[in-house]
């Protein structure tokens, strides 16, 4: 059943975003810049693209080629499509979590509530988005029970990591993106993400700033560090027994 191991996954060296032609092309800036307004905005431009990793490196330089897990298809579809496996493994994490009755204090419930319905909604956008666009990945196979069975706390604290890991993933995948309509529908999850993220974290006593990559409200500091495919699915394949799901038969 497994057939998209990241390890062997390969890179799309031809396959250039939206802001990584941005931040390259000399014209294409300069319009963007006009568009959005003065010198002001050139200066500001300046410090995002230097701002993302290492801080003397161009976003588009470094998230120009993160690498592509072929199971998921190409280009932008592949890109919805492992979005949707998050996505999955987010709703059916809070799916299981509010029927183990283990959550009992009454704000993470309501959270895990709220969450939970922003995340069923995430889904069924992206199936939309995967239909159109070509094959939807199928809902892989999840198991939570070692979560689970730590109760409330490793609950909260697994919450928190989650949806650190859903944030840094769509930031990820941003530049790599070609079409706006999903550039835009990604970076407007992806800020839903980032704030489930800081709401987790904060009722775990997490703190302001990260003590790790997926801890704190605002774990990498005033520039949110993107994570490829491969790093995001290492840290979710703990949770996807049979591994990466395949893509759904043509017609199903
Ligand atoms: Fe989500
Ligand atoms: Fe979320």
Do not use: W
């Not at 939807?136 to 939570?144: A, I, L």
């Amino acid at each position: 059943m497994e057939t998209g191991d990241p390890a062997a996954a390969g890179t799309d060296s031809g396959d250039r975003g939206a802001l990584a032609r941005l931040v390259d092309d000399p014209s294409s800036r300069k319009q963007f810049l006009r568009m959005i307004g003065g010198a002001g905005a050139a200066g500001a431009f300046a410090t995002l693209a230097a701002a993302c990793g290492e801080q003397d490196t161009p976003i588009g330089i470094t998230q120009r080629d993160p690498g592509t897990v072929p199971a998921f298809g190409p280009g932008d579809v592949g890109i919805v499509n492992y979005a949707l496996t998050l996505e999955y493994l987010e709703q059916d994490f809070y799916e299981q979590v509010r029927k183990s009755g283990e959550v009992t204090k009454p704000a993470l419930k309501k959270l895990i509530d709220e969450v939970y319905k922003n995340e069923t909604e995430h889904v069924a956008a992206l199936e939309k988005t995967a239909e159109q666009m070509g094959r939807p990945v199928v809902r892989p196979k999840v198991n939570f029970d070692s979560v689970l069975e730590g109760g409330q706390p490793r609950i909260l604290s697994e919450s928190a990591k989650i949806e650190n890991l859903g944030a840094s993933a769509y930031l990820g995948q941003a530049p790599r993106v070609n079409d706006k309509m999903v550039l835009a529908a990604a970076l407007s999850i992806h800020t839903v993400e980032a704030r489930h993220a800081a709401a987790f974290n904060k009722m775990a006593g997490n703190g302001f700033s990260g003590k790790g990559t997926l801890i704190g409200t605002i774990p990498d500091g005033p520039f949110a560090k993107p994570k490829t495919m491969q790093e995001v699915l290492k840290e979710a394949k703990k949770f996807l027994p049979e591994g990466i799901p395949e893509l759904q038969s043509p017609g199903a």
